[in-house]
């Protein structure tokens, strides 16, 4: 499919920074059932949560590698529309949105409760709209015609996260499939495609694009250029840039991962910030495929395996379905902006 692309078009990432110790997990081992490699997979789940996932030397991860930097290439046609094409999709207005999916404009979120505003623009495009489980949810022509590619990377996506949650399913000692079964292809979910963009600050500015968060769901593929995102590393409270790594994903847990396994999985605390060094002077773009449970799924301790050794509380559990986990997390998110 071609040489990998070093970024080279881009500033260099500084190697003066300290950057987070995240282990490279190879898809090709996964997918030829390496015993060892399903192993270092789930000790980077129980640890850091996130880890690279080479894509490179095999035919699976190529492609979606690809369609990245085809998506990427649409992702940046996508922003540079006028304002009144993007609203078409504003997740604000737009029926069936439930504030969440479509666009969001620049600063539209709040970050923090000091009232900071975010420094991004982001475009979420459902799953479920893209592979005809819902009808599709109303956007610029730009998206739609280009239905195909969407379709061909989410298709791809869902594939190999369905592979990893068999891995994880697997070294849990869960009964065979519980955690595929719980992320169906044709079952509607909070699965999306993230277009996100932020343009350079002034230097008197530069700083948190996207406030400290888990993610909701149970996988994120995350494809990035520059740098920008940062980690707690376990035990400490000092923020870690993660570097970017030509051929590679960025992959990472979500709390319902950490819900389903009582804890003996980590979803990590991240955000985005300025990118480092000359890297702060371009616009920075991500591409991102979330994956999460189910809409009706409880978001519970599952039984079975080693999730039985987990220690019990006395507390019963809430016991949320995914799309109730994800309306009151995005519900919070608003009332923190509602009492500024």
């Known amino acids: 499919m071609g040489d990998v692309p070093s970024f080279a078009s881009l500033p260099p990432f500084p190697n003066d920074i300290e950057t987070a110790p995240l282990v490279t997990i190879e ?56 304002l009144e094409e993007k609203a078409l999709a504003d997740r604000d207005t737009l029926k069936g949105a439930n504030g969440y999916y479509g666009y969001k404009g620049y600063g539209k979120s709040i970050m923090d409760a000091k009232g900071t505003r975010d420094k991004h623009e982001c475009f979420n495009l459902k799953k479920d709209d893209i592979v005809g489980n819902t009808e599709p949810l109303d956007s610029p022509q730009l998206i739609k015609d280009n239905r195909d590619l969407f379709r061909s990377y989410a298709l791809n996506a869902q594939s190999i996260i369905i592979l990893m949650l068999g891995i994880f399913n697997d070294q849990l000692g869960l009964p065979a499939g519980t955690l595929q079964n719980l992320h169906r292809l044709k079952a509607e979910s909070g699965d999306h495609v993230r277009f996100l963009t932020a343009p350079p600050q002034p230097p008197e500015e530069r700083g948190v694009n996207a406030g400290a968060h888990t993610d909701f769901g149970s996988l994120t593929v995350l494809f990035n250029w520059l740098g920008g995102l940062q980690v707690q590393l376990p035990g400490t409270t000092n923020w870690t840039y993660v570097r970017p790594v030509p051929g590679c994903a960025i992959v990472n847990l979500g709390d319902a991962m950490v819900k389903f396994t009582a804890g003996l999985l980590r979803s990590n605390i991240h955000r985005v910030v300025t990118p480092p060094g000359r890297q702060a ?33 006395n507390t019963p559990e809430e016991a949320l379905t995914s799309k109730q986990w994800i309306l009151k997390r995005g519900l919070a998110n608003k009332m923190v902006a509602l009492r500024l």
């Open 27 to 82: 898809l090709k081992k996964l997918l030829a059932n390496d015993a060892n490699e399903a192993a270092r997979l789930f000790t980077c789940g129980k640890e850091l949560g996130f880890y690279y996932l080479n894509l490179m030397g095999c035919e699976q991860g190529e492609r979606l590698f690809y369609d990245a930097q085809r998506l990427l290439s649409l992702e940046k046609q996508f922003f540079d529309l006028p």
């Open 281 to 313: 002077e371009e616009t920075r773009y991500s591409l991102v495929y979330f994956s999460r449970p189910e809409d009706t799924v409880p978001l519970q301790r599952l039984k079975g395996g080693l999730i039985d050794e987990q220690p019990h509380t």
